[in-house]
Each structure stands twice: as C-alpha cells, then as structure tokens.
C-alpha cells in the first residue's frame, strides 16, 4: 500500500518507531498534495492537512507498506483521522494513493505553516521521548 505523508512521519525516527522498522531513504519519494496547506494543530506540535485551493503540501510518498505497518500508523495517527484515497503529483503526474486525513472537527489548526525543519529542532527530541514511552509494549519497536 501507497501513503503520502506530510507531517511527523516524514523524520525517519517517528517512522521506524511507529511501524517497527527503519525503511531505507529510499522509500520515500517526493510527491505533492495539491488543493491543501499544513497548519499546526493548536496546543500541539504536528500538523493536519487542510483543503486549500490556493495551496499544496510538500511531502513524500512510501510504497510497500505491509498491513501490520498500517494498523501501526493507524494506531499512531489514533481516532481523528481516516485514510482517505487523494490524488498527489508525482514526477508530474498524478496517481491515488492513501493519505491519513483528519477529521476537521476533531482539531483546530493554527493560521501559520507547519515546518519539519523546525519540529525536528524545537519539539522532536520531547515527541521521540513520548513516542517510545507509547510504543515500548508494542513488539519490534526499534530505531535501529
């Protein structure tokens, strides 16, 4: 299975945490969500993707996510979100794939843009503590 992603799973630590596993740099192919921008959640520090005509998010797009690997980023992304098939551009053209789609009631963005840049250098190291604390029952929850 085929997800774009656009927020904290884009660092490849979140990632392996979450799914167990570390995919090599490879498996992530830029892509990008056309009609939407990336808001910061208020009283969080991740994003949602919100409809946006004028905007697009850059993120990326990994293939070959087994369905373990699902129901591990489904449990990560929790009950505010659904998978959703969206169409993306990659290398130009446009294909479906699955997109963790929140469910714009359940949060409230901020006005500003979302950055993973910034995340990694402000919030990630408290994120990453709180991630392995969640996941430390979970068998296969490595960095490594």
């Known amino acids: 299975m085929r997800f774009f992603f656009y927020g904290t799973l884009l660092d490849r630590d979140v990632m392996a945490l979450v799914i167990g596993r570390r995919l090599p740099p490879g498996a992530f192919l830029p892509a990008i969500l056309p009609a939407h921008s990336r808001r910061r959640v208020k009283g969080a520090s991740y994003p949602i993707a919100v409809r946006d005509r004028r905007d697009a998010i850059h993120g990326k797009v990994v293939g070959g996510l087994s369905r373990r690997d699902v129901e591990r980023l489904s449990a990560y992304e929790g009950a505010g979100y659904r998978i959703a098939s969206l169409k993306v551009r990659e290398k130009g053209m446009l294909s479906k794939v699955a997109v963790f ?44």
């Open 101 to 144: 789609a929140p469910l714009e009631e359940r949060f409230q963005p901020t006005s500003g843009a979302w950055s993973l840049t910034l995340w990694q250098r402000r919030d990630k190291r408290t994120f990453v503590g709180r991630l392995r604390r969640a996941f430390s029952g979970r068998p296969g929850c490595s960095t490594r």
